[in-house]
């Protein structure tokens, strides 16, 4: 039989262009509606990652986490990444090393060299019937024609707004380029994940259309906790009781405003204010940072409890990255029931309401920063109130039913005989159920 044959759906790519679709479950519901756990049996997914354990971060946490979540759920799933011998943590799931070099100035990044046949074989061994992006990367793009060649539906997944890099490296001049690059890679795929309302209303007037949906983010409120919060780790660091322990969170690189959170820590000194900060996280700014900051305290690469024991014990998260398709730094903040200051950015408004969960700014205004954590330092009750209100809005993300969208966006392709229709049934019935609530 000729592999077109053996892989064609015909239902795939015949789905029309309106408005994004918008999920705001309360519950995992189920593909006739009902509330249930959505079952991935029957499918089978080859997920193509840039860096799918090379680095710890956001976007690769989140991933490893689907395809753990796709594999209780019953589905089969092999993913094709770039390798290296000592990996940031342990790939969940099976996976397939592809050809990949180390970017310049920065080896903890790689990027595939394209899909060779050993690759080929590999995926026409394995038969999917569903074919995950999570990269507009070379090996993205090869997949994706090698998908469609084969008639198997392609889901895409926007982690990184990589169009933003730009900036920071003074390549402004290459962004409208860029966009142009990034629109044609999602609107060639069947559908496209967005973690937010508006990443996705913004895929879809790009021409998407109801093919624009949203995979968001779960908070694990065990772990990043105000329980956590430790005054004797807080006292083996240096700081004082009553001191207010400024956070930074994240990689040390400049995308991720590093030199805005020195220059606010700095200007805040400037006004007289005794201040500390802590910086959990590595990268290499840290150097640069270490120099500038003084007696900062860092962390280095933190996980798990240690991780949570670190971000609770803090007082004040400033966020100055405007680069986040998500914001996991904020919502993590924010279930350990600290102060948020953020950068005003798509990422951060639809975590946080300004002024009640947290404090928005403009993304490049130094003094706005400043302004908003002197205020907050001088004026405790609303800091703790922030903090509490922080803690609470995070309980509406939870992991399972984030994840569960994306089994559902692949049934709407049809793969594996799910009924596209019935689910699309089941959303609207979803909506109907969120705005009664």
């Keep these: 039989m000729p592999t077109e044959m053996l892989f064609a759906n015909s239902a795939v790519r015949s789905v029309t262009a309106s408005a994004p679709v918008r999920l705001h479950r309360q519950a995992n519901i189920g593909f006739g509606g009902e509330t249930s756990d959505a079952s991935a049996r029957g499918m089978r997914v080859a997920l193509f990652s840039g860096n799918y354990n090379c680095v710890r971060d956001g976007a690769n946490k989140a991933l490893n986490r689907l395809v753990g979540h796709l594999l209780a759920r019953g589905a089969a799933v092999r993913v094709y990444s770039p390798a290296i011998a000592e990996p940031a943590f342990p790939a969940t799931g099976d996976l397939v090393p592809v050809r990949s070099f180390a970017i310049p100035g920065r080896s903890e990044y790689r990027v595939a060299l394209g899909l060779p046949r050993s690759t080929r074989d590999d995926i026409m061994a394995f038969q999917p019937n569903i074919v995950h992006l999570s990269a507009p990367d070379p090996l993205g793009w090869q997949a994706k024609r090698f998908a469609h060649k084969l008639g198997i539906p392609v889901v895409a997944s926007l982690h990184t707004r990589?169009?933003?890099?730009?900036?920071?490296?003074?390549?402004?001049?290459?962004r409208p380029a860029a966009e142009r690059y990034l629109t044609g890679f999602y609107n060639d795929c069947d559908f496209a994940l967005a973690p937010n309302q508006y990443l996705a209303d913004e895929l879809a007037a790009g021409g998407l259309g109801s093919r624009a949906r949203i995979w968001g983010r779960g908070v694990d409120r065990t772990l990043f906790s105000p329980t956590r919060r430790d005054v004797a780790w807080r006292r083996e660091q240096g700081f004082g009781d009553d001191e207010i322990v400024l956070l930074f969170f994240g990689r040390l690189v400049v995308e991720k405003g590093t030199e805005i959170f020195a220059a606010?820590?700095?200007?805040?000194?400037?006004?007289?204010?005794?201040?500390?900060?802590?910086?959990?996280?590595?990268?290499p700014m840290r150097e640069k940072l270490t120099?500038?900051?003084?007696?900062?305290?860092?962390?280095?690469?933190?996980e798990d409890a240690a991780l949570a024991r670190a971000v609770a014990s803090a007082d004040i998260l400033i966020n100055p990255s405007a680069t986040e398709a998500f914001g996991n730094v904020n919502l993590e903040a924010m279930a350990a029931g600290l102060a948020i200051v953020s950068a005003d950015v798509p990422s951060a408004s639809a975590l946080i309401e300004n002024g009640r969960s947290g404090m928005l700014v403009p993304a490049d205004d130094i003094e706005a920063y400043t302004d908003a954590v002197a205020q907050l330092m001088q004026n405790d009750e609303r800091?703790?109130?922030?903090?509490?209100?922080?803690?609470?809005?995070?309980?509406?993300?939870d992991w399972p039913?984030?994840?569960?969208?994306?089994?559902e966006t692949y049934a709407l392709t049809g793969a594996a005989g799910y009924d596209a229709a019935a689910i699309e049934h089941g959303a609207q019935m979803t909506k109907g159920v969120s705005r009664a609530a």
């Design 291 to 302: 120099a500038s900051l003084g007696d900062a305290v860092f962390t280095g690469h933190l």
């Design 401 to 407: 039913t984030a994840l569960d969208a994306v089994i």
């Design 383 to 397: 800091r703790l109130r922030l903090g509490a209100d922080a803690c609470t809005a995070s309980a509406r993300f």
């Design 264 to 283: 606010v820590v700095d200007a805040l000194r400037a006004r007289g204010h005794k201040v500390r900060a802590l910086l959990v996280g590595e990268g």
């Design 162 to 174: 990589f169009e933003t890099y730009l900036s920071y490296y003074g390549l402004d001049m290459f």
